[in-house]
């Protein structure tokens, strides 16, 4: 079973443009949904997480999920190129203890 | 700031042998984990383990997978009897408490190839 999906790109992008990442996923159990950014050869880093549906902003980026459509969203606004990287959505049951269930990654390229 | 390391950053084994990644997880933290990743797909999880024993593993996590914290620091993951399939990054992560973020620490990974 796929629990989650996720376009795996590539997307390359020009510098200040606006990134839109997506995930869907399929086990209504879910409740928290994360981001992580993954550089090459390096384990993922935590960007942020949002507990059910709604918005969620740190500074440049934004998730958002919607459980009615089982859609999970990241938006990076005035994209650098420090931020090209692999990008993995992930959702879980609870946030500890139990697995993640990530998407397959979209790599993103953002061109100075 | 604290983090995850592991060890070795990279092995190559033979079909049949026996492989130990090695982790030290972030000090104060309670939950480890093991994840891979084969080339190309999806970080995988593979098992949690907190207070000394599994808490969940995954359909991967067969009987040629095996964890364990022999002291204060360590978390190992032994793979009995590599096989070709093994061949992938696997990724030590700990966590704390539930009270906080349950933010998973990923180390760098150990590189497994099996020939």
């Known amino acids: 079973q796929k629990e989650v999906e996720q376009d795996p790109g590539p997307l390359s992008v020009p510098e200040g443009a606006i990134v839109s990442l997506n995930c869907t996923y399929s086990?209504?159990?879910?409740?928290?949904f994360m981001w992580y950014r993954q550089y090459s050869r390096k384990g993922p880093e935590l960007l942020m997480y949002t507990y059910s549906s709604g918005n969620k902003e740190d500074g440049r980026f934004t998730a958002q999920v919607d459980k009615s459509s089982k859609y999970i969203s990241l938006f990076i606004r005035d994209s650098q190129p420090s931020d090209s990287a692999t990008y993995l959505c992930?959702?879980?049951?609870?946030?500890?203890?139990?697995?993640?269930?990530f998407g397959t990654g979209t790599s993103l390229t953002v061109i100075p | 700031e604290p983090e995850v390391t592991q060890t070795p950053s990279h092995q190559v084994t033979q079909m049949g042998q026996e492989v130990i990644l090695r982790c030290v997880p972030i000090s104060n933290h309670l939950y480890f984990y093991w994840y891979r990743q084969i080339l190309g797909q999806k970080v995988e999880f593979l098992v949690s383990f907190y207070n000394n024993e599994i808490s969940e593993k995954s359909e991967i996590f067969d009987d040629q997978f095996s964890v364990e914290r022999p002291d204060g620091s360590n978390f190992t993951l032994k793979i009995r009897s590599t096989k070709l399939e093994d061949s992938a990054m696997y990724f030590c992560?700990?966590?704390?408490?539930?009270?906080?973020?349950?933010?998973?620490?990923f180390g760098e990974g150990s590189r497994l190839t099996v020939l």
């Open positions: 992930a959702s879980a049951r609870r946030m500890t203890g139990n697995q993640f269930y």
């Open positions: 086990n209504s159990a879910f409740q928290y």
């Open positions: 992560a700990s966590s704390g408490l539930a009270t906080n973020t349950g933010e998973l620490f």
